[in-house]
């Protein structure tokens, strides 16, 4: 089981960026898919991103263009660089490790971290 460790959420303003990490507790290198999450209250959780072993990346239609994933495999680490956020971005983002690539629900999630953008 893949320990994960998200970071870097907080208070911003409209506009502003952030940049979420995830740390995991062993190599990365051979895990097919890692993916940021996110859930707004009383909603369910959504797909924000993905990036694959192979740097394939894919995004929702609500971040593309204003989110990047990327993975450092030297590191262990995903990170989530999120610019020109909205209020509507807020949510608890969660990290995802998705070992064999057969879907989020068959890997491991993080603790998750907030991200609440407002004025």
């Known amino acids: 089981q893949v320990q994960l460790v998200e970071s870097g959420g907080g208070l911003v303003q409209p506009g502003g960026s952030l940049r979420l990490s995830c740390a995991a507790s062993v190599s990365i290198f051979n895990i097919n898919v890692m993916g940021w999450y996110r859930q707004a209250p009383g909603k369910q959780r959504e797909l924000s991103a993905t990036i694959t072993r192979g740097g394939s990346t894919n995004y929702a239609d609500s971040v593309k263009g204003r989110f990047t994933i990327s993975r450092d495999n030297a590191k262990n680490t995903v990170y989530l660089q999120m610019n020109s956020l909205k209020p509507e971005d807020t949510a608890v983002y969660y990290c995802?490790?998705?070992?064999?690539?057969?879907?989020?629900?068959?890997?491991?999630w993080g603790q998750g971290t907030q991200v609440t953008v407002s004025s």
């Open positions: 995802n490790a998705d070992r064999y690539g057969l879907g989020p629900n068959s890997g491991s």
